[in-house]
């Protein structure tokens, strides 16, 4: 396949997988940020990724790989590594090699766990973190409902999926709007806030859009991007949705977006299904969107007119997370 895509992978928290999808002790191999990976859970409790190979004869620890306390046993000779990357045993051997006990010898990532899911921090010069996941109070919350979960393998770059919002003219073309949104956008730091009024057809009774496309209202839609790989929109309507979507690079070519939907359980049932039927035009707008996105490349210096929105403010926002 030809390469479309020549921009490196940016740095930021990036999302693994769901909590509790990983339960104490269990270990799984994922394929992130162009490498191999290893996620584990130690037996206290603590989610730990380290690169995937074993830096003894190059076993990979996600392959037959078991958690022994606060360690990860390679499969092959039982070395055992903690969540740094140091070799903290090696059962058969009277002293740990010098180079293996006085320092990493695996690449490892700082890990947290917010919104349900547990998020990896990736910089290609290994820099530590110099910013935070966002906390959703409503994720997880008893006056929320349990989190619906959607997710994609994509042919494009995390640049461009986060582009798609400041791309306004092509709701009209794509997503069948009858006019481009209208808001404003605002870039502060690593946090980029678009508060847009979108005309969309209206909700029946039963929870399904007017399909003469003659009946719209508006709604307000609050959405905030932090770094690359986390957006958090707020959907106010007669009734209430909460998104989390999260996108990280699975290589420079590819990526893996998850959308993350809650929303009030006191809300009457009727506006439970006008939330609901939203969440679903929302899913069915990423699936518009993906014909484009596997089958597009990059353009580097696009010829833009007036009315194609804030794209070119949206790619200097974003160029402050490649490291080069």
């Not at 339960?23 to 996620?39: A, N, P, T, W």
């Not at 582009?163 to 092509?170: R, S, T």
């Not at 957006?231 to 998850?258: C, K, N, Y």
Request: proline fraction near 6%; include cysteine; hydrophobic fraction near 35%.
């Amino acid at each position: 396949m030809a390469v479309r895509y020549e921009q490196a992978i940016p740095f930021g928290w990036f999302a693994l997988a769901y909590s509790s999808e990983l339960s104490i002790g269990e270990v799984k191999s994922l394929q992130y940020f162009d490498r191999e990976l290893v996620l584990f859970r130690t037996e206290s409790g603590e989610a730990q990724l380290l690169d995937a190979f074993c830096p003894h004869l190059g076993a990979h620890l996600g392959h037959g790989g078991t958690v022994k306390g606060e360690h990860i046993a390679c499969p092959f000779h039982g070395w055992q590594f903690d969540g740094d990357g140091v070799c903290r045993e090696v059962p058969y051997a009277t002293a740990i090699p010098s180079r293996a006990r006085q320092q990493s010898t695996i690449e490892s990532y700082p890990v947290v766990e917010r919104n349900a899911m547990i998020w990896a921090w990736y910089h290609p010069q290994k820099k530590p973190p110099n910013f935070e996941v966002d906390a959703i109070a409503e994720i997880g919350s008893r006056e929320w409902t349990d989190i619906d979960v959607y997710e994609w393998k994509i042919n494009t770059i995390v640049q461009e999926t986060g582009e798609n919002g400041a791309d306004v003219a092509h709701f009209m073309f794509v997503h069948s709007s009858p006019e481009m949104p209208k808001g404003e956008v605002t870039m502060n730091g690593v946090k980029r806030t678009t508060l847009l009024m979108n005309k969309v057809p209206k909700i029946n009774e039963q929870g399904e859009t007017d399909a003469t496309g003659e009946d719209w209202e508006f709604i307000e839609v609050n959405s905030v991007n932090v770094g690359p790989g986390q957006t958090i929109q707020r959907i106010t309507r007669a009734f209430e949705v909460v998104m989390m979507g999260t996108i990280t690079p699975i290589d420079d070519q590819s990526v893996h977006l998850r959308f993350v939907f809650t929303m009030p359980r006191s809300q009457t049932d009727m506006n439970q299904v006008f939330a609901e039927a939203t969440r679903d035009n929302i899913v069915g707008g990423v699936e518009q969107d993906i014909p484009i996105w596997n089958n597009k490349r990059y353009v580097d210096k696009p010829i833009l007119c007036d009315g194609d929105g804030p794209i070119a403010k949206y790619r200097k926002w974003f160029s402050q997370f490649y490291a080069d």
